[in-house]
């Protein structure tokens, strides 16, 4: 089946290239998440001449790699002084991209029945679709750090158990993405021999080049409606409907029903000297090397409901300040139903996240004895300090809007169609995230190929 068209972004816009013929083999185009502050998406193309293929060669290589078990060799040949072009010939047809999918609180893997089967279906044989099991139901209420342990381990056994493995790539609904943040910093290996830049607006170009997650080569971490700084404060749970004394009312409830996860989601969990999880999981510290395993995949990207999300509000899933909500636009990117925008945020050149005493004595406030004020004041410098952190690597993110689709009102399961039936009106952003992770896996320079050419 022909693939669609590719993406193209300039600045902060989202264009779609209609001049491309998706039954032409002749060329392509693909798209590169930058690291670095002053990029953007870089366009590239690539073309294949009509040269006749040595077919002999590819199979006496084939045969080499058979007996010598070659992970990759790379072949130019030339005649005369005119070098021939080069084709990529996966010599190994089996899974080199493992895909790991993350659900949220309460989830099991058949949240991602319709997404893994999509997913399958656009990506092929090279990646390996893994919807995590680790967590299931109310194994979800012990902790985003007990959770994120048992997603290391879980995935570390995939790995071993899958040799062909090279790549890795993290996709998490909700509550997953922060499961999936831990997860990272636990199967974080720094390159030993590398020194940690002194530019952070370097960390991510740097990380990405000498460091792996789980022993792999990562590309993309991407979270859908995630929670990345709590669900504390005016509209982060947007079933509180923005009332103060219903929010006052949640952060000490929330624990009974939801365990340490409820803590960590609100603020409040850990002693009022001690930062927040959430807090510390936006730099690196003595719990992980948070900011350091997030700078190591290529690309990072947020997909965020602008409304009609009962669960996660636009702010904290897209990780911006009120002030930098925007109105969005009405109207669908073409091609993705319900997608209305994509930017690309550049990195910010920002001091880490810190704990100082102010934020220690609020804490201390809103977990002994909470007022409108004090927990309003206390969110805030938690908020600030969490987007500081973030924010010195680069984000992509996409806002979706389901204002058009019949039940508006399951946006939170609507963005990972949780049920093929109930939330289809999902299925355009599905669509974008596959074709997104196929575009940039063909971005990829290094991977287990044979180049060969005449």
């Given at each position: 089946m022909a693939s669609p068209p590719p993406l193209f972004y300039s600045g902060s816009q989202f264009h779609r290239n209609r001049n491309t013929n998706s039954n032409n083999p002749t060329?392509?185009?693909?798209?590169?998440?930058?690291?670095?502050?002053?990029?953007?998406?870089?366009?590239?193309?690539?073309?294949?001449?009509?040269?006749n293929w040595?077919?002999?060669?590819?199979?006496?290589?084939?045969?080499?790699?058979?007996?010598?078990?070659?992970?990759?060799?790379?072949?130019?040949?030339?005649?005369?002084?005119?070098?021939?072009?080069?084709?990529?010939?996966n010599v190994d047809d089996k899974p080199?991209?493992?895909?790991?999918?993350?659900?949220?609180?309460?989830?099991?893997?058949?949240?991602?029945?319709?997404?893994?089967?999509?997913?399958?279906?656009?990506?092929?044989?090279?990646?390996?679709?893994?919807?995590?099991?680790?967590?299931?139901?109310?194994?979800?209420?012990?902790?985003?750090d007990g959770a994120g342990k048992r997603l290391a381990d879980e995935v570390m056994q995939v790995v071993k158990n899958t040799e062909s493995l090279r790549k890795i790539s993290f996709l998490a609904h909700s509550l997953g993405g922060l499961i999936a943040r831990y997860a990272v910093a636990v199967l974080y290996s720094p390159n030993v021999s590398s020194d940690q830049p002194d530019d952070i607006a370097d960390l991510a170009s740097t990380s990405s080049k000498t460091s792996?997650?789980?022993?792999?080569?990562?590309?993309?971490?991407?979270?859908?409606?995630?929670?990345?700084?709590?669900?504390?404060?005016n509209k982060q749970l947007p079933f509180l409907m923005g009332f103060s004394f219903l929010e006052k009312l949640a952060a000490p409830i929330a624990p009974v029903f939801t365990g340490q996860t409820g803590s960590q989601l609100f603020l409040t969990d850990g002693k009022p000297e001690k930062p927040p999880l959430l807090l510390q999981m936006t730099s690196d510290c003595d719990e992980g090397k948070f900011i350091s395993a997030l700078g190591t995949f290529r690309c990072r990207i947020l997909y965020a409901?602008?409304?009609?999300?009962?669960?996660?509000?636009?702010?904290?899933?897209?990780?911006?300040?009120?002030?930098e909500l925007m109105k969005p636009p009405s109207q669908s990117l073409d091609g993705y139903q319900h997608v209305v925008n994509l930017e690309y945020c550049p990195p910010v050149l920002s001091e880490s996240s810190d704990f100082h005493p102010e934020a220690a004595k609020a804490k201390e406030a809103a977990q002994n004895e909470p007022t409108t004020q004090n927990t309003v004041e206390y969110h805030e410098i938690m908020e600030e300090e969490m987007i500081d952190g973030l924010q010195r690597l680069g984000w992509t993110k996409v806002d979706i809007s389901f204002h058009s689709a019949l039940w508006p009102f399951f946006a939170h399961n609507n963005i990972n169609v949780k049920n093929e039936w109930l939330h289809n009106a999902g299925a355009g952003v599905v669509a974008h995230v596959a074709d997104t992770i196929k575009q940039q896996e063909n971005q990829q320079d290094s991977s287990p190929y044979i180049l060969l050419g005449s």
């Open positions: 060329s392509f185009s693909s798209i590169s998440c930058s690291h670095f502050p002053s990029s953007f998406y870089s366009i590239s193309s690539c073309y294949r001449a009509g040269h040595n077919f002999i060669a590819f199979s006496v290589v084939k045969n080499i790699w058979k007996c010598q078990s070659l992970k990759a060799q790379s072949m130019s040949m030339t005649q005369g002084n005119v070098s021939s072009p080069t084709v990529m010939i080199d991209h493992l895909v790991v999918l993350v659900h949220g609180i309460m989830g099991s893997p058949s949240d991602w029945t319709y997404f893994e089967a999509e997913l399958k279906r656009q990506l092929g044989k090279n990646f390996l679709i893994y919807a995590s099991s680790c967590n299931t139901y109310t194994k979800t209420f012990t902790g985003v792996s997650i789980a022993g792999l080569d990562a590309i993309n971490f991407i979270t859908l409606a995630t929670p990345h700084l709590g669900v504390r404060g409901n602008v409304a009609y999300d009962h669960m996660v509000g636009w702010r904290t899933a897209s990780i911006r300040r009120e002030t």
